[in-house]
Protein backbone atom coordinates (compact mmCIF):
# COMPACT_ATOMS: atom_id res chain seq x y z
CA UNK A 1 0.00 0.00 0.00
CA UNK A 2 1.02 3.69 -0.86
CA UNK A 3 1.27 5.49 2.56
CA UNK A 4 1.57 8.73 1.10
CA UNK A 5 -1.86 8.34 -0.03
CA UNK A 6 -3.54 7.16 3.69
CA UNK A 7 -5.05 9.96 5.57
CA UNK A 8 -2.67 11.63 7.70
CA UNK A 9 -4.49 10.54 10.80
CA UNK A 10 -4.29 6.62 9.75
CA UNK A 11 -0.61 7.36 8.91
CA UNK A 12 0.43 8.48 12.30
CA UNK A 13 -1.74 5.46 14.26
CA UNK A 14 -0.05 3.32 12.25
CA UNK A 15 3.69 3.24 13.63
CA UNK A 16 4.78 1.71 10.78
CA UNK A 17 7.70 4.46 10.23
CA UNK A 18 10.94 4.10 12.39
CA UNK A 19 13.80 4.98 9.70
CA UNK A 20 14.81 6.73 6.74
CA UNK A 21 14.07 5.13 3.53
CA UNK A 22 15.99 6.17 0.70
CA UNK A 23 14.61 6.56 -2.49
CA UNK A 24 15.76 8.74 -5.87
CA UNK A 25 13.34 10.82 -7.64
CA UNK A 26 14.42 12.42 -11.27
CA UNK A 27 11.58 14.03 -11.74
CA UNK A 28 11.28 15.95 -8.61
CA UNK A 29 15.39 16.44 -8.93
CA UNK A 30 16.05 15.74 -5.28
CA UNK A 31 17.19 13.01 -3.18
CA UNK A 32 13.81 11.92 -1.72
CA UNK A 33 13.37 10.31 1.70
CA UNK A 34 10.92 9.00 4.10
CA UNK A 35 11.69 10.35 7.56
CA UNK A 36 10.18 8.94 10.76
CA UNK A 37 10.64 9.49 14.60
CA UNK A 38 9.32 10.14 17.81
CA UNK A 39 10.02 13.61 17.17
CA UNK A 40 8.10 13.81 13.87
CA UNK A 41 5.16 11.99 14.92
CA UNK A 42 5.10 14.19 18.28
CA UNK A 43 4.37 17.68 15.70
CA UNK A 44 0.78 16.54 14.93
CA UNK A 45 -1.56 18.09 17.02
CA UNK A 46 -5.48 18.14 16.05
CA UNK A 47 -5.37 21.66 14.33
CA UNK A 48 -2.17 20.57 12.46
CA UNK A 49 -4.18 17.35 11.00
CA UNK A 50 -7.07 19.65 10.30
CA UNK A 51 -4.88 21.94 8.37
CA UNK A 52 -3.14 19.02 6.10
CA UNK A 53 -6.59 17.45 5.81
CA UNK A 54 -8.28 21.16 4.31
CA UNK A 55 -5.49 21.57 2.05
CA UNK A 56 -5.91 18.11 1.05
CA UNK A 57 -9.58 18.31 0.18
CA UNK A 58 -9.25 21.02 -1.62
CA UNK A 59 -6.09 19.76 -3.64
CA UNK A 60 -3.14 22.02 -2.68
CA UNK A 61 0.01 20.52 -1.30
CA UNK A 62 1.13 21.90 1.95
CA UNK A 63 4.82 20.61 3.40
CA UNK A 64 6.37 21.86 6.05
CA UNK A 65 9.00 24.32 5.14
CA UNK A 66 12.63 25.54 6.52
CA UNK A 67 13.82 25.43 10.22
CA UNK A 68 11.10 23.01 11.57
CA UNK A 69 12.48 20.40 8.75
CA UNK A 70 16.32 20.59 9.41
CA UNK A 71 15.34 20.38 13.37
CA UNK A 72 13.27 17.14 13.24
CA UNK A 73 16.04 15.27 10.73
CA UNK A 74 18.54 16.55 13.69
CA UNK A 75 15.68 14.53 16.14
CA UNK A 76 14.76 17.96 17.76
CA UNK A 77 11.54 19.54 18.80
CA UNK A 78 11.07 22.88 16.51
CA UNK A 79 10.00 25.38 18.54
CA UNK A 80 7.99 27.11 15.32
CA UNK A 81 6.28 25.29 12.41
CA UNK A 82 6.28 27.01 8.87
CA UNK A 83 4.50 25.68 6.27
CA UNK A 84 4.64 25.99 2.21
CA UNK A 85 2.16 25.38 -0.59
CA UNK A 86 1.51 25.65 -4.05
CA UNK A 87 -2.49 27.66 -3.10
CA UNK A 88 -2.10 31.16 -3.91
CA UNK A 89 -3.09 33.39 -0.93
CA UNK A 90 -6.30 34.33 -2.30
CA UNK A 91 -7.04 30.52 -2.60
CA UNK A 92 -6.01 30.03 0.94
CA UNK A 93 -8.58 32.86 1.85
CA UNK A 94 -11.48 31.49 -0.09
CA UNK A 95 -10.72 27.54 1.07
CA UNK A 96 -10.79 29.19 4.85
CA UNK A 97 -13.69 31.18 4.32
CA UNK A 98 -15.33 27.92 3.30
CA UNK A 99 -14.33 26.14 5.96
CA UNK A 100 -14.88 28.56 8.81
CA UNK A 101 -11.35 28.70 9.46
CA UNK A 102 -10.11 32.21 10.67
CA UNK A 103 -7.65 33.75 9.29
CA UNK A 104 -5.57 36.67 11.52
CA UNK A 105 -2.36 39.06 11.07
CA UNK A 106 -3.29 39.72 7.47
CA UNK A 107 0.20 41.65 6.97
CA UNK A 108 1.91 39.15 5.51
CA UNK A 109 -0.72 38.39 2.82
CA UNK A 110 1.34 40.19 -0.04
CA UNK A 111 4.35 38.20 0.68
CA UNK A 112 2.41 35.26 0.20
CA UNK A 113 1.54 34.10 3.74
CA UNK A 114 -1.76 33.97 5.65
CA UNK A 115 -2.11 32.94 8.89
CA UNK A 116 -5.19 30.30 10.09
CA UNK A 117 -6.12 30.36 13.80
CA UNK A 118 -7.06 26.31 14.15
CA UNK A 119 -8.38 24.44 17.57
CA UNK A 120 -6.41 27.86 19.35
CA UNK A 121 -3.14 27.60 17.54
CA UNK A 122 -1.94 29.40 14.52
CA UNK A 123 -0.17 28.03 10.85
CA UNK A 124 1.36 30.50 9.14
CA UNK A 125 1.32 29.18 5.68
CA UNK A 126 2.73 31.07 2.28
CA UNK A 127 2.62 30.37 -1.05
CA UNK A 128 5.90 28.95 -3.10
CA UNK A 129 7.55 31.92 -4.82
CA UNK A 130 10.18 33.54 -6.65
CA UNK A 131 11.82 36.84 -5.18
CA UNK A 132 11.74 38.88 -8.76
CA UNK A 133 13.26 42.20 -7.67
CA UNK A 134 15.02 42.72 -4.33
CA UNK A 135 17.06 45.49 -3.11
CA UNK A 136 19.19 43.62 -0.24
CA UNK A 137 16.60 44.14 2.17
CA UNK A 138 13.19 43.89 0.59
CA UNK A 139 11.54 41.74 -2.28
CA UNK A 140 8.99 41.78 -4.42
CA UNK A 141 7.78 38.17 -4.88
CA UNK A 142 5.99 36.35 -7.28
CA UNK A 143 3.64 33.50 -7.32
CA UNK A 144 5.11 29.64 -8.36
CA UNK A 145 3.74 26.05 -8.18
CA UNK A 146 7.04 25.05 -8.18
CA UNK A 147 8.83 23.62 -5.55
CA UNK A 148 12.48 23.64 -6.73
CA UNK A 149 12.29 27.57 -7.35
CA UNK A 150 10.95 28.02 -4.30
CA UNK A 151 13.95 25.82 -2.25
CA UNK A 152 16.32 27.64 -4.71
CA UNK A 153 15.64 31.45 -3.49
CA UNK A 154 16.51 30.36 0.42
CA UNK A 155 19.80 30.93 2.10
CA UNK A 156 21.31 27.98 3.34
CA UNK A 157 21.04 24.44 1.78
CA UNK A 158 20.08 23.27 5.34
CA UNK A 159 16.82 25.44 5.03
CA UNK A 160 16.10 24.65 1.93
CA UNK A 161 14.03 20.92 2.73
CA UNK A 162 10.85 20.32 2.39
CA UNK A 163 8.46 17.60 4.99
CA UNK A 164 5.86 16.20 3.64
CA UNK A 165 2.97 15.44 6.27
CA UNK A 166 3.77 11.61 5.16
CA UNK A 167 7.22 12.32 6.29
CA UNK A 168 8.67 12.22 2.83
CA UNK A 169 11.24 14.58 2.70
CA UNK A 170 12.36 17.00 -0.57
CA UNK A 171 15.65 18.04 -0.69
CA UNK A 172 16.47 19.76 -3.88
CA UNK A 173 20.48 20.75 -3.21
CA UNK A 174 21.92 18.45 -0.77
CA UNK A 175 20.78 19.88 3.06
CA UNK A 176 20.41 16.78 4.20
CA UNK A 177 24.33 15.56 3.39
CA UNK A 178 25.69 19.15 4.40
CA UNK A 179 23.11 18.96 7.83
CA UNK A 180 24.82 15.51 8.23
CA UNK A 181 28.24 16.83 7.48
CA UNK A 182 27.78 19.92 9.63
CA UNK A 183 28.52 21.69 6.53
CA UNK A 184 26.72 25.37 6.44
CA UNK A 185 26.40 26.21 2.66
CA UNK A 186 24.55 28.52 0.57
CA UNK A 187 22.36 27.68 -1.94
CA UNK A 188 23.81 28.15 -5.48
CA UNK A 189 26.33 31.15 -5.97
CA UNK A 190 26.46 32.74 -2.32
CA UNK A 191 27.01 36.14 -3.96
CA UNK A 192 23.83 36.05 -5.55
CA UNK A 193 21.67 34.57 -2.30
CA UNK A 194 23.87 37.85 -0.14
CA UNK A 195 22.73 40.18 -2.68
CA UNK A 196 19.55 39.30 -2.14
CA UNK A 197 19.52 40.08 1.16
CA UNK A 198 22.48 41.25 3.11
CA UNK A 199 21.52 40.42 6.54
CA UNK A 200 22.16 36.84 5.02
CA UNK A 201 25.83 37.55 5.61
CA UNK A 202 24.96 37.34 9.34
CA UNK A 203 22.75 34.20 9.20
CA UNK A 204 25.64 32.39 8.07
CA UNK A 205 27.67 33.00 10.93
CA UNK A 206 24.50 32.16 13.14
CA UNK A 207 23.73 28.84 11.21
CA UNK A 208 27.81 27.98 11.11
CA UNK A 209 27.72 28.73 14.82
CA UNK A 210 24.95 26.41 15.27
CA UNK A 211 25.60 23.99 13.09
CA UNK A 212 29.38 23.17 12.15
CA UNK A 213 31.81 21.50 14.25
CA UNK A 214 34.95 22.99 12.74
CA UNK A 215 36.40 26.34 11.96
CA UNK A 216 36.93 25.85 8.29
CA UNK A 217 34.43 27.85 5.72
CA UNK A 218 34.14 27.09 2.27
CA UNK A 219 36.53 30.16 0.47
CA UNK A 220 33.97 31.13 -2.24
CA UNK A 221 31.55 31.60 0.72
CA UNK A 222 33.82 34.25 2.52
CA UNK A 223 35.33 35.54 -0.55
CA UNK A 224 31.49 36.54 -0.96
CA UNK A 225 31.00 38.03 2.17
CA UNK A 226 34.08 40.30 2.21
CA UNK A 227 33.22 41.60 -1.06
CA UNK A 228 29.30 42.26 -0.08
CA UNK A 229 30.10 42.88 3.24
CA UNK A 230 29.37 46.71 2.91
CA UNK A 231 25.38 45.91 1.94
CA UNK A 232 25.16 45.39 5.48
CA UNK A 233 25.14 49.13 6.01
CA UNK A 234 21.81 49.62 4.95
CA UNK A 235 19.93 46.99 6.97
CA UNK A 236 17.96 47.90 10.41
CA UNK A 237 19.85 47.94 13.54
CA UNK A 238 17.11 46.12 14.73
CA UNK A 239 17.61 42.95 12.69
CA UNK A 240 21.57 43.36 12.63
CA UNK A 241 21.34 43.09 16.23
CA UNK A 242 18.77 40.00 16.09
CA UNK A 243 21.32 38.00 14.55
CA UNK A 244 24.66 39.40 16.78
CA UNK A 245 22.06 38.39 20.24
CA UNK A 246 22.14 34.33 18.59
CA UNK A 247 25.99 34.68 17.34
CA UNK A 248 27.86 35.42 20.50
CA UNK A 249 26.04 33.24 22.73
CA UNK A 250 26.58 30.67 20.05
CA UNK A 251 29.41 27.77 19.87
CA UNK A 252 32.49 29.28 18.56
CA UNK A 253 31.52 32.68 18.68
CA UNK A 254 35.18 34.01 19.63
CA UNK A 255 36.09 32.58 16.06
CA UNK A 256 32.93 33.82 14.06
CA UNK A 257 34.25 37.83 15.62
CA UNK A 258 37.54 36.96 14.90
CA UNK A 259 36.15 35.77 11.24
CA UNK A 260 34.15 38.75 10.54
CA UNK A 261 36.56 41.36 11.61
CA UNK A 262 38.84 39.89 8.90
CA UNK A 263 36.21 39.94 6.69
CA UNK A 264 35.86 43.57 7.11
CA UNK A 265 32.20 43.60 8.65
CA UNK A 266 32.69 45.93 11.84
CA UNK A 267 32.18 49.34 10.42
CA UNK A 268 29.27 48.45 8.83
CA UNK A 269 27.45 46.48 11.77
CA UNK A 270 28.48 49.33 14.65
CA UNK A 271 31.48 47.20 16.50
CA UNK A 272 34.47 49.33 17.13
CA UNK A 273 36.98 48.89 14.10
CA UNK A 274 39.64 48.06 17.21
CA UNK A 275 37.87 45.82 19.20
CA UNK A 276 39.98 43.68 21.57
CA UNK A 277 39.56 40.58 20.11
CA UNK A 278 41.84 38.61 22.45
CA UNK A 279 40.09 39.86 25.36
CA UNK A 280 36.93 38.53 23.77
CA UNK A 281 38.36 34.86 23.47
CA UNK A 282 39.19 34.57 26.54
CA UNK A 283 35.93 36.06 27.99
CA UNK A 284 34.17 33.75 25.39
CA UNK A 285 36.06 30.66 26.32
CA UNK A 286 35.89 30.76 30.53
CA UNK A 287 32.32 32.03 30.44
CA UNK A 288 29.84 30.43 27.10
CA UNK A 289 29.24 27.66 29.63
CA UNK A 290 27.84 29.80 32.27
CA UNK A 291 25.05 30.80 29.36
CA UNK A 292 26.10 34.75 29.65
CA UNK A 293 23.92 37.40 28.28
CA UNK A 294 24.70 38.76 24.25
CA UNK A 295 25.64 41.87 25.91
CA UNK A 296 28.10 40.03 28.58
CA UNK A 297 30.26 38.32 25.54
CA UNK A 298 30.04 41.68 23.59
CA UNK A 299 31.43 44.03 26.37
CA UNK A 300 35.26 41.88 26.13
CA UNK A 301 35.07 43.39 22.60
CA UNK A 302 34.80 47.70 23.62
CA UNK A 303 37.70 49.86 25.75
CA UNK A 304 35.44 52.42 27.01
CA UNK A 305 32.13 53.92 27.00
CA UNK A 306 32.22 55.49 23.92
CA UNK A 307 32.36 52.35 21.89
CA UNK A 308 28.76 51.72 23.79
CA UNK A 309 27.39 54.71 22.70
CA UNK A 310 28.37 54.11 19.40
CA UNK A 311 26.61 50.68 19.20
CA UNK A 312 23.62 51.89 20.52
CA UNK A 313 23.58 54.36 17.77
CA UNK A 314 23.96 52.00 15.23
CA UNK A 315 22.08 48.86 16.89
CA UNK A 316 19.41 50.03 19.16
CA UNK A 317 19.98 48.06 21.51
CA UNK A 318 17.48 47.96 24.86
CA UNK A 319 18.52 50.25 28.06
CA UNK A 320 18.96 46.98 29.78
CA UNK A 321 21.36 45.86 27.66
CA UNK A 322 23.30 49.79 27.23
CA UNK A 323 23.08 49.25 31.31
CA UNK A 324 24.78 45.67 31.50
CA UNK A 325 27.53 47.25 28.91
CA UNK A 326 28.30 50.06 31.10
CA UNK A 327 28.16 48.24 34.67
CA UNK A 328 30.79 45.71 33.34
CA UNK A 329 33.07 48.19 31.41
CA UNK A 330 32.90 50.15 34.85
CA UNK A 331 33.44 47.59 37.43
CA UNK A 332 35.85 45.12 35.67
CA UNK A 333 38.79 46.54 36.53
CA UNK A 334 38.22 48.10 39.71
CA UNK A 335 37.27 45.07 40.82
CA UNK A 336 40.64 43.31 40.09
CA UNK A 337 42.38 45.64 43.12
CA UNK A 338 39.82 43.78 45.95
CA UNK A 339 38.19 40.64 46.64
CA UNK A 340 35.71 39.84 43.96
CA UNK A 341 33.09 38.79 45.55
CA UNK A 342 33.61 41.43 48.74
CA UNK A 343 33.50 44.17 45.76
CA UNK A 344 30.41 42.96 44.58
CA UNK A 345 28.77 42.65 47.15
CA UNK A 346 29.15 46.15 48.26
CA UNK A 347 28.09 47.20 44.50
CA UNK A 348 24.81 45.47 45.34
CA UNK A 349 24.18 46.99 48.76
CA UNK A 350 25.66 50.43 47.63
CA UNK A 351 23.12 50.44 44.98
CA UNK A 352 20.44 48.82 46.46
CA UNK A 353 16.99 50.77 45.70
CA UNK A 354 18.82 52.63 42.65
CA UNK A 355 19.35 49.92 39.79
CA UNK A 356 16.64 47.26 39.99
CA UNK A 357 18.47 44.66 38.19
CA UNK A 358 21.91 44.93 40.22
CA UNK A 359 22.08 41.81 41.13
CA UNK A 360 21.53 40.25 37.74
CA UNK A 361 24.19 42.44 36.49
CA UNK A 362 26.63 41.33 39.12
CA UNK A 363 26.09 37.86 38.28
CA UNK A 364 26.92 38.52 34.29
CA UNK A 365 30.25 40.68 35.60
CA UNK A 366 31.43 36.64 37.42
CA UNK A 367 30.06 35.15 34.42
CA UNK A 368 32.58 37.66 32.02
CA UNK A 369 35.15 36.44 34.99
CA UNK A 370 34.09 32.85 34.71
CA UNK A 371 33.41 32.54 38.35
CA UNK A 372 30.47 29.67 38.87
CA UNK A 373 31.38 29.67 42.71
CA UNK A 374 30.83 33.40 42.98
CA UNK A 375 27.17 33.53 41.15
CA UNK A 376 26.34 30.74 43.55
CA UNK A 377 27.73 32.89 45.97
CA UNK A 378 25.60 35.73 45.40
CA UNK A 379 22.23 33.86 44.45
CA UNK A 380 22.21 32.33 47.86
CA UNK A 381 23.12 35.94 49.87
CA UNK A 382 21.14 37.78 51.85
CA UNK A 383 21.51 40.83 51.28
CA UNK A 384 21.60 42.80 54.60
CA UNK A 385 19.41 45.93 55.12
CA UNK A 386 20.86 49.78 55.86
CA UNK A 387 19.42 49.93 59.39
CA UNK A 388 18.94 53.69 59.33
CA UNK A 389 16.34 55.64 57.51
CA UNK A 390 15.12 59.47 56.67
CA UNK A 391 12.75 59.34 59.11
CA UNK A 392 16.07 58.09 62.08
CA UNK A 393 18.31 60.99 60.69
CA UNK A 394 14.97 63.81 61.51
CA UNK A 395 14.42 62.12 64.89
CA UNK A 396 17.81 62.27 65.75
CA UNK A 397 17.83 65.97 64.76
CA UNK A 398 19.26 66.41 61.39
CA UNK A 399 17.01 69.00 59.42
CA UNK A 400 16.39 68.61 55.93
CA UNK A 401 18.41 70.07 53.20
CA UNK A 402 21.02 69.59 50.33
CA UNK A 403 23.16 67.97 52.64
CA UNK A 404 20.67 65.62 53.87
CA UNK A 405 20.53 62.96 51.56
CA UNK A 406 24.94 63.63 51.38
CA UNK A 407 24.62 62.69 55.06
CA UNK A 408 22.63 59.56 54.56
CA UNK A 409 24.81 58.52 52.06
CA UNK A 410 28.03 59.20 54.62
CA UNK A 411 26.59 56.68 57.28
CA UNK A 412 26.00 53.95 54.39
CA UNK A 413 29.24 54.31 52.99
CA UNK A 414 30.65 53.62 56.93
CA UNK A 415 28.28 50.39 57.76
CA UNK A 416 29.51 49.11 53.77
CA UNK A 417 32.84 49.45 55.40
CA UNK A 418 32.58 47.93 58.85
CA UNK A 419 31.37 45.18 56.68
CA UNK A 420 27.66 46.35 57.37
CA UNK A 421 28.33 45.21 61.31
CA UNK A 422 27.52 48.63 62.76
CA UNK A 423 24.01 48.78 63.90
CA UNK A 424 21.35 52.21 63.84
CA UNK A 425 22.44 53.00 67.51
CA UNK A 426 26.09 53.44 66.70
CA UNK A 427 25.46 54.87 63.30
CA UNK A 428 23.34 57.64 64.70
CA UNK A 429 26.18 58.49 67.15
CA UNK A 430 28.39 58.84 64.86
CA UNK A 431 26.37 62.03 63.85
CA UNK A 432 28.34 65.19 63.73
CA UNK A 433 27.63 67.24 66.89
CA UNK A 434 25.51 70.69 65.81
CA UNK A 435 27.60 73.17 64.56
Request: charged content about 30%; proline content about 4%; some cysteine.
Amino acid sequence: MNLSHRPIAALLQSGRYCRLIICSSVHNKSNVMKLDSAEFRGIFSPGMIKLHDVFTQYKYEIRIAGGAVRDLIKRKIPNDIDFATTATPSEMKEMFNKENIRMINTRGEKHGTITARINDENFEVTTLRIDKVTDGRHAEVEFTKDWVIDAERRDLTINSMFLGFDGTLYDYFNGREHLDKCDVRFVGDPAKRIQEDYLRILRYFRFFGRISHTDVHCPQTLQAIRENASGLANISGERIWMELNKILVGFHAAHIVKCMYELGLPEFIGLPVNGNLDCMRVVYERSHKLEPKPMTILSALLDNEQDILNIIERLKISLEERKLGMFILNHRKKIESECPLKYCQDVIVANGGKEKNIVSHVCEMFKYRGEQVNIDAIKSWEIPVFPVSGKDLIAAGVPRGKEFGKLLESMKMKWIKSNYKLDKDELINMLPGPS
